[in-house]
């Protein structure tokens, strides 16, 4: 098991030991990288990662949704208790619940191939020279002023685990450059 299941199966235990009925548990982690050139130049960089846990509780006949950033053993426990808690005072909404298994994806379908497998091998000297190619071809006339470049990519997991038996994963990646 890895460290993501077991932390999204410890997150499901803790929801149905602190007295939910039914929860879904999703792990998202990601990292996404920004560069921009302003007239050729870089002006802006930024490269940020992120983990999450969302939890979708049903409680009493009750539906509650939260995301913590606070992965730490302890303060998932605690943010669950509060959760369920919190979920315990919404208004009773008898149709929000989980579907059944027998009609929840089984991963049994195709690759939708949404996860560029070169995407780490992408130096950021790679990234570079991408929006300075785009950059170059930005026609150059006295009436134009300034140019501006982004190059962007993003890399997302998500593990998807409910009470009625799910438990699905995916890694999708996106890119994107624009001249302006």
């Known amino acids: 098991m890895t460290e993501k299941n077991g932390m999204i199966n410890d997150a ?13 548990v999703t792990l998202v982690e990601g990292s996404n990288t920004s560069i921009t050139l302003l007239n050729g130049e870089p002006d802006s960089m930024q490269n940020a990662t992120n983990r999450a846990l969302h939890l979708n509780i049903f409680a009493d006949g009750r539906y509650g949704v939260f995301t913590t950033n606070r992965l730490d053993t ?11 808690q919190a979920t315990r005072l919404l208004v009773p909404d008898e149709f929000r619940i989980l579907p059944p298994e027998n009609i929840c994806y089984n991963g049994k379908g195709f690759d939708l191939k949404i996860q560029d497998p070169a995407y780490p091998e992408i130096t950021p000297a790679g990234k570079m020279d991408v929006l300075r190619d785009v950059t170059s071809g930005i026609p150059q006339n006295s009436r134009l002023i300034s140019t501006e470049s982004q190059y962007e990519d993003e ?24 001249p302006e």
């Open 74 to 84: 302890d303060e998932v426990r605690k943010f669950i208790r509060n959760a369920i």
């Open 12 to 24: 499901m235990s803790m929801i149905l030991h602190e007295g939910a009925q039914a929860a879904r």
């Open 155 to 178: 890399y997302i997991t998500e593990t998807v685990i409910d009470s009625n038996g799910l438990e699905i994963s995916e890694s999708r990646t996106s890119f994107s450059v624009s």
